[in-house]
């Protein structure tokens, strides 16, 4: 063995050990949360497990389910992340197309306007006027309307209109198609990978929704997951789900933080390997090439 392929086996051996660590400890703290919400109470007082309770207990589970509160804020957030995904990918993806069509003589004002907001944007107060004098307070809408385009989204999905061959969409022309036929028939289904890419964007995006919700939902049967998970975090779990009619015995608050979490961030987990294999591929072809 020659030094420099030793030299190589000794780098690859030490990225593996140093990923191999960072994944550790990443993927510890999540398998304690889990743990945690299976956890009985005599496990949770001692404090002596870290990633498998002696005992699987599923009273915060069952506690949780009893009530309301979870299955309406889980109810308001897939609303949320179901409408406005599909509104960011509609506005996105039309505006997109215009704007990487040569023969649209405005695209370059209308570019610039979008990309405008990625340097200046008017804040928190003056779009909260905004979406208060629109008459979206205490609405579902001013998560979706204020946030229908992201900018940044846009140029992407632009640069990746723009790479598909002029020849194609040349040939449609001739064939009679229009503008709208040609986005829908032959552009969508080339932009598969961006659109899948885009849409697990917007969609963790949108079920992740915290700050928006806390200044535009004053009513509790609107809040989206993360702002129930904020109550039961900060405020407590007594405070928050309601007193249950069958008489389910309240687990210990910890359990029920806990088991919140899980299922807020459960959907999300699933839905990502799903989705992971269009990443490189999505963004790499809407990418600038020199």
Not at 99 to 128: D, Q, Y
């Amino acid at each position: 063995m020659n030094k420099t392929k030793l030299q190589d086996r000794i780098f690859d051996s030490s990225n593996i050990v140093l990923i191999s660590l960072f994944t550790l400890i990443c993927f510890i703290p999540v398998v304690n949360v889990i743990a945690m919400s299976f956890a009985p109470l005599k496990d949770i007082i001692s404090g002596k497990f870290i990633l498998w309770p002696s005992s699987f207990d599923f009273s915060a589970y069952r506690y949780i389910f009893h009530t309301g509160v979870f299955f309406t804020s889980l109810k308001n957030t897939v609303w949320i992340t179901v409408v406005g995904t599909i509104v960011n990918l509609a506005v996105t993806s039309l505006l997109a197309y215009t704007c990487s069509r040569k023969k649209f003589s405005g695209r370059r004002t209308l570019l610039f306007m979008v990309l405008f907001t990625m340097l200046f944007s008017g804040g928190m107060i003056p779009t909260f006027i905004v979406v208060k004098a629109t008459g979206l307070m205490n609405s579902l809408w001013a998560l979706v309307i204020p946030s229908a385009v992201s900018a940044f989204n846009l140029l992407v999905m632009r640069e990746f209109f723009e790479s598909i061959h002029e020849s194609i969409i040349e040939s449609a022309t001739i064939d009679g198609c229009n503008d709208l036929g040609i986005f829908v028939k032959i552009i969508l289904p080339l932009s598969v990978p961006a659109l899948a890419t885009f849409t697990l964007f917007y969609a963790v995006g949108h079920w992740n929704q915290y700050f928006a919700a806390i200044l535009y939902l004053n009513k509790s049967s609107l809040w989206p997951l993360q702002i129930l998970l904020r109550q039961v975090v900060l405020v407590g779990q007594a405070d928050v789900y309601s007193a249950l009619s069958s008489g389910e015995a309240m687990p210990l608050p910890l359990s029920t933080q806990m088991a919140t979490i899980v299922l807020a961030s459960a959907p999300i987990v699933v839905l990502y390997p799903f989705l992971q294999k269009y990443f490189v591929k999505g963004l790499t072809m809407g990418a600038v090439k020199g």
